[in-house]
């Protein structure tokens, strides 16, 4: 695989419409807003994008699509998803058909890293990767949400056609550590696949932008997951603002590093250009293990679950 980035930029909040930026999010990003992000974040070296045919249905594919044709395909490396409760079953190739109609909104020929977004059924849809890959339009695979029995079921299967499983992508956050307590990031450090941590900011709620009196757009998705716990974060927020403070740095950039520490792959949303220049900047920011022990301490303390609807538990 292309050397990977030190964080990878995810596009959820991008796109419109089912599970998409505005009804997650409550966000209604411009052309011009996504260029500047996009544009920056290649400048800065950011150049590993997220997305999923499912956001928005196709739509964060489609805005992210428009700048990708701006850009050498070399400079870029793509990441997207198969999600399974969208395939087709009418057709005798889901897969391959959601990839194409990925390939098409992004206007490339090949995906970097093309994932199972869920393990809905790791039997089924696991082989049907195993033809993407030998067609050389998908380079490597990675499966998501998977614990760690189906990451190594799905791990045995590909192995039997002489591939392997690149990449796994769950939430990991300070408040959401179960991939960690499962073992699966031991397990990915021990066999070379990359641990793509998604929703390390909690979409925003340990950003330190949100607290109780500056809650989350109204209406949005996140709003309804995390407003109503924003009051127990804030101490844990306002250690991630003190030691943010004492390196000039943000909350969101602690986070950042944090992950980075405990050797992830963060995958974060950005929004706007300070994020990626955050999200850049966070890489070089190494945090002591008495900061670390303490995020986890008032972390744990928190109390708040934030494990998403749409996950399964790890244990
Ligand atoms: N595989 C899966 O099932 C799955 C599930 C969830 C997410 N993901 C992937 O992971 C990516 C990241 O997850 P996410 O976007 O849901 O959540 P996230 O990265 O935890 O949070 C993103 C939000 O945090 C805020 N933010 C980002 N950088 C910031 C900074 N430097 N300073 C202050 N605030 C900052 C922004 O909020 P504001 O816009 O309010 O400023 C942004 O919308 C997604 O885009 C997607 O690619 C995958």
């Not at 889901?94 to 199972?116: H, T």
Request: proline share 4%.
């Amino acid at each position: 695989m292309k050397t990977l980035p030190p964080v990878a930029l995810g596009t959820w909040s991008w796109g419109i419409g089912f599970a998409g930026g505005d009804t997650v999010f409550g966000n209604h990003l411009s052309e011009a807003q996504m260029a500047e992000v996009f544009t920056t974040a290649m400048s800065k070296g950011l150049n590993l994008w997220d997305t999923a045919a499912v956001y928005g249905m196709g739509s964060s594919e489609r805005a992210l699509g428009a700048l990708v044709r701006q850009f050498p395909r070399e400079e870029l490396i793509l990441s997207t998803k198969f999600t399974p409760q969208i395939a087709d079953e009418r057709s005798p190739q889901p897969v391959s058909d959601m990839l194409e109609a990925s390939l098409g909104r992004l206007g490339v020929e090949e995906i970097d890293l093309y994932w199972i977004h869920n393990p809905l059924d790791v039997e089924k849809w696991t082989p049907e990767l195993i033809p993407l890959l030998e067609s050389g339009k998908v380079k490597r695979v990675g499966v998501s949400n998977h614990n760690l029995a189906q990451i190594k079921r799905a791990n045995d299967i590909l192995n039997a056609s002489g591939y392997a499983i690149s990449a796994v992508q769950n939430h990991y956050s300070l408040l959401y550590r179960a991939s960690e307590e499962a073992g699966i990031l031991d397990y990915c450090r021990e066999n070379d696949i990359t641990f793509f941590a998604y929703m390390i900011l909690e979409q925003g709620a340990l950003s330190g932008r949100y607290d109780s009196n500056n809650p989350m757009p109204a209406g949005s998705g996140r709003a309804e997951s995390y407003n109503t716990v924003l009051p127990q974060l804030e101490k844990l927020t306002a250690a991630m603002k003190s030691m943010g403070a004492e390196r000039n740095a943000s909350a969101a950039q602690i986070a950042i590093a944090w992950a980075i520490a405990k050797g992830t792959l963060p995958l974060v949303g950005a929004t706007k250009v300070q994020h990626v220049l955050d999200a850049a900047d966070a890489a070089e920011i190494q945090l002591s293990n008495e900061e670390i022990i303490l995020l986890e301490r008032l972390a744990a303390e928190t109390g708040v679950d934030t494990r998403g609807a749409w996950e399964k538990p790890m244990l």
